[in-house]
């Protein structure tokens, strides 16, 4: 064979693609879907079960509380656990906490009881949430990696566009305990498929292995602190302390957070605290306004935030991920306006359309930027950190946006959520300025 034709022929194989649809990664797809499924069902329906349970908006408010505080804890925790302990036994355990306290709900309808296992429930959730992500992210080729997680980010738009439509019709035609066992067995099969991953067996994190490098760390350190006190600079030794103590609190503190997921954290809160004033507070201000059909709104945008998941595959192998961000930013902005001057129910619907397409766009985005940098014994803390920052985001927006309203109206909120935007639409070169230099 002649050198030109090796060339060719090194050339062909060096652009061709590495496969994507792996069946592990077809595996971690559907675990995700279903169990986001059964989530999405729950959480938009649960509140009407609660009601009819005779409680009042005050404790079903305390319990959505309850469940946004458990998810963020949990997701604080679960991604060094999952990166320590690997994937499929936190993903285990998440759908295990998630799917017991349907046996509850069937066994009693006690009010105290139903509040803490749902509460509990939370934690369930987000420990599933950030298994499948970082599962995701493992198994995903390098040259493929953002078209992957742009797929992987479908399972949330087809959620949404499936699962509530199902939790309120069943939950609404008295079908409770009907809708329960659906979940039980949905979840049983997800939890047997769970079991059929096994990747990670060669690849797994040892929390000891820090430990130990820790001890040794300190046994050093000691070492010098001695050395100083016998050549009697104890003023340095001091400083050594103080030293030794800061790096501890740091190294904490980082063990449980992932710093290079701080760029997709930033960018999460100019974001997501706009987003939290259309899921609070659009359906009473659409009734507020006299507009009917406010449920349609979520439909469309699941629907919308599903075909820009999809285009976002393709963005992604034609320009930045800076570039699409901005895009997406720009026409989410839009839709805030949509709502500032809401008058009928075009404009409402308008607003869920550039409003799906906007987020699709964002959120694939965001979840690349949160995972790229990390090596893979960190992208369960990365993920983590990304997630409970949506979390944190959610609840400082509902409590900003709630006093905002009891002063200034609904109109003045939406307007501050579009400046919110814009301001991060700003901001976001300096925020790839700084992931570029790092």
Known sequence: ??????????????????????????????????????????FSSFPLYLLQLKMDTVQVGIIASGVSISMMVTRILSGALSDTYGRRTIGLLGILVFTLPFL?????????????????????????????????????NKSRFNEGIGYYGLSSAISQAIGPAIGIFMISNQQAKGFFKLNVLVCTLSIFMLLTLNYEKKNRFKLKDHILKEVDADNDMNIDINIDI??????????????????????????????????????????????????????PFADAQG?????????????????????????????????????????????????????????????????GLGGGLCYTVLTILSVERAEPNERGRAFSTYYAANDLAVGIGAVFYGYLINFAGYRVAFGTAFIILVIGIIALPMVFKDKKEA
């Open 1 to 42: 064979m002649s050198l030109l034709q090796k060339n060719i022929l090194y050339q062909s194989k060096k652009v061709e693609k590495e496969p994507l649809w792996t069946d592990t990664f077809i595996k971690v797809c559907v675990i995700a879907v279903v169990s986001n499924i059964c989530f999405q069902a729950l």
């Open 104 to 140: 509850v709900f069937l066994a009693t309808k006690n009010n105290l009881l139903v509040a803490v296992f749902r509460i509990l429930q939370g934690a369930g959730v987000a420990a599933m949430s950030i298994a499948t992500a970082g599962m995701a992210a493992d198994v995903l």
């Open 230 to 283: 016998n050549i009697g600079t104890n003023t340095d030794t001091n400083t050594d302390k103080e030293d030794m103590k800061q790096n501890n609190k740091t190294s904490f503190l980082w063990r449980i957070f992932e710093k290079k997921a701080l760029n997709a954290v930033v960018m999460t809160m100019f974001i997501i605290i706009p987003v939290s004033s259309i899921f609070v507070f659009l359906a």
């Open 291 to 355: 507009i009917k059909g406010v449920e349609l709104f979520f439909t469309i945008y699941a629907i919308c935030l599903f075909i820009s998941r999809l285009l976002s595959t393709w963005l992604f192998t034609r320009m930045s991920i800076e570039m699409i961000l901005r895009i997406g930013m720009v026409i989410m902005a839009f839709s805030f306006l949509f709502l500032v001057t809401l008058q009928n129910t075009f404009m409402l619907y308008s607003a869920g359309v550039l409003y």
